[in-house]
């Protein structure tokens, strides 16, 4: 059984860090493009960041870029969401999700940030409030 999951969010002040974990088990997380997604209350999924699965070639919305960073340990089978400068607007749900198909891979080489409905894996989600 495939399955992602995450961990590492909590409340944080406006500001402040955190780093999310995503682990994989029943495949091989390098063989597969990744994507990081957040969802906050009332709103659409949206995507926050991805990672190619040769060369691990990452793209990040603009929201996000400069603050965030992806990284991932090929021996541990698990992708790490770096967040800094922490803002309010980024409280939300963050997911981790996979995608074999080479087509979101090459979304994510030429610098597009796959939608949603083309992953095929996804974890449960992690919270993270950002708040005073």
């Known amino acids: 059984q495939l399955q992602l999951v995450e961990s590492g969010g909590g409340l944080v002040q406006p500001g402040g860090s955190l780093r999310l974990s995503c682990a994989a088990s029943?495949?091989?997380?390098?063989?597969?493009?990744i994507g990081w997604f957040r969802q906050a209350p009332g709103k659409e999924r949206e995507g926050v960041s991805c990672m190619s699965v040769v060369g691990g070639r990452t793209n990040y919305a603009d929201s996000v870029k400069g603050r965030f960073t992806v990284s991932r340990d090929i021996a541990k089978d698990t992708v790490y969401l770096q967040m800094n400068s922490l803002e309010p607007e980024d409280t939300a749900v963050y997911y981790c999700?996979?995608?074999?198909?080479?087509?979101?891979?090459?979304?994510?080489?030429?610098?597009?940030?796959?939608?949603?409905?083309?992953?095929?894996?996804w974890g449960k989600g992690t919270r993270v409030t950002v708040s005073s």
């Open positions: 029943g495949f091989t997380l390098a063989d597969y493009a």
């Open positions: 999700a996979a995608a074999i198909e080479p087509s979101v891979h090459a979304m994510c080489v030429m610098g597009r940030l796959p939608p949603y409905y083309v992953m095929n894996v």
